[in-house]
Structures are given as C-alpha cells and as structure tokens.
C-alpha cells in the first residue's frame, strides 16, 4: 500500500497534513513519499514514541487503503 501512497505523494501531502497539521510544508518536502521519514516527522513534531508514530501511521494507512 505505502507503493501507492509513495506514488502519488504530491496528491497525499493534503491528506497528510489534514491528518498531522503541525507538520509544515517543509517537513512534507523533506519527507517526499517516504514512510520512514514521516514516522520520524510525527514523532518529533509531536512529542511522542517512535512506536505510537508508528501506530497512528498504520492505522492511516489503512484508512487511505480503503478510500483509494
């Protein structure tokens, strides 16, 4: 799934930071499509584990899977 997403990152950045809005615009360059950056992102920008960054990343993946 994270293909598709990777694949069309320039569509998914507003979703992404529909999800996450303290990531700026800059964090979403840097990230450009890959899932190990926007955990690390989520997690700095918000204060939180690498393991709840992660959870709440598979958890809107899932969603995304379902919508696309």
Do not use: C, F, P
Request: proline letters at 0%; a neutral charge; zero cysteines.
């Amino acid at each position: 799934m994270w293909e598709k997403i990777k694949g069309s990152w320039t569509t998914t950045k507003g979703a992404v930071k529909e999800q996450w809005g303290k990531l700026t615009d800059d964090d979403l360059l840097a990230i450009e499509g890959r899932r190990d950056q926007l955990v690390g992102k989520i997690q700095t920008r918000y204060g939180i584990s690498h393991e709840e960054a992660e959870s709440q990343v598979n958890t809107w993946e899932q969603r995304r899977s379902r919508d696309m």
